[in-house]
């Protein structure tokens, strides 16, 4: 968190969280809508107003749900494919989910306690051999295309900036949903490589870290990170979490990519950049390969994550975007720059 904005308060007890399906269609649902012509296609087509704004809600109800229902405990779940730590991976394409519907499967793949982050339409399971099983529920992940104005059509090279932008939500299950998949051995580095990469990754930044004390946080006016000495964590992932945090926060400097961070806290401000990079932390951790521990703040994170959510449907999808904007930013400055999903 940034300086200003530093509070701690530690978790209430643990709680069992109830191992259910996730909110979401049917599969029976799924083949309603197919057979109406939209099983893996987008919602109804009505005003695109009215179709972003059932999608906002749809993908919204559905993480408020799964974060209830994990209650204090809950986290972004690194799902581990096979034996590696991964983000949310689409069984058709082999591609990563990317910023909101991370979070969306993530938050869906907890409440259900998934160990595995492979997912895909009711159609792409079939292709893959595989038959989603009756009675499963599907999750909403959200597919952004362009409209183009008659005048961009005409002129493929005219573009002056009025771009508009729509959301298509596909439903999507689980490969704990399904019979008949197996999935292939998925190679896996050793925990020393993995951590030996993290430092060299976020020394790559080239955001100015100092070591010392018993805080951690980001002071934009020194645009630097403030870190207790490695010895103050029960472990190396921990450590590498926080630190990745809070310089998740100095990837919003003005001279980076220019995010809102005077926000005190409480403030919508606050609320929204304290989303912002811990989704941001778990989309890094998870392609670093590094499992997450939660922070002894993390009750507060997550009563300010609910209040996010309930305020304003949309706010999410705001924190998600920017959040992978922030992680595009990040690996752009490595040496050799990652691949990502689309």
């Known amino acids: 968190m940034t300086r200003q904005n530093m509070k701690n308060s530690r978790p209430n007890g643990r709680q069992e969280r109830k191992r259910k399906a996730g909110v ?5 649902g799924a083949r309603e809508a197919r057979a109406a012509g939209r099983g893996d296609s987008p919602m109804p087509s009505t005003s695109a107003s009215v179709q972003r704004a059932d999608v906002y809600s749809r993908v919204t109800a559905e993480i408020i749900a799964a974060i209830e229902q994990g209650a204090g405990e809950w986290r972004a779940p690194w799902f581990h494919n096979g034996t590696s730590i991964a983000r949310p991976t689409n069984i058709s394409s082999g591609k990563r989910y990317r910023g909101i519907n991370t979070l969306a499967l993530w938050a869906a793949g907890f409440a259900a306690g998934y160990g595995d982050g492979l997912w895909g339409t009711y159609k792409q399971w079939q292709d893959a051999s595989a038959q ?11 597919l952004w295309s362009e409209i183009r104005s008659s005048r961009q059509a005409e002129n493929q090279d005219d573009d002056d ?23 292939p051995a998925t190679p896996v580095l050793p925990e020393a490589e993995r951590l030996a990469h993290a430092e060299a990754f976020i020394a790559n930044l080239g955001v100015e870290t100092e070591f010392g004390g018993s805080e951690a946080y980001y002071r934009p006016s020194a645009d630097t990170v403030f870190m207790p000495p490695f010895t103050s964590f029960r472990d190396a992932a921990s450590f590498y979490g926080v630190w990745l945090h809070e310089t998740g926060h ?8 220019d995010r809102d961070l005077s926000g005190r806290f409480g403030s919508a401000a606050y609320a929204a950049e304290e989303c912002c990079v811990e989704i941001l ?58 691949t990502m999903a689309a």
């Open 24 to 28: 979401g269609r049917s599969v029976e």
């Open 132 to 142: 989603v099983r009756e009675g499963e529920r599907s999750t909403t992940v959200v």
């Open 161 to 183: 900036g009025h771009r508009r932008m729509f959301a298509r939500a596909f439903s999507v299950f689980n490969v704990a949903q399904v019979d008949g998949y197996e999935r």
């Open 250 to 257: 100095a990837s919003g400097a003005k001279h980076r990519l």
């Open 281 to 338: 932390s778990g989309l890094v951790l998870a392609d670093l390969g590094i499992a997450h521990h939660p922070r002894p703040d993390h009750a507060a994170y997550v009563a300010t994550w609910l209040k996010v959510l309930k305020d304003d449907p949309k706010a999410i999808f705001t924190a998600a975007s920017k959040a992978q904007q922030a992680a595009d930013w990040m690996h752009a400055q490595q040496p050799q720059v990652e």
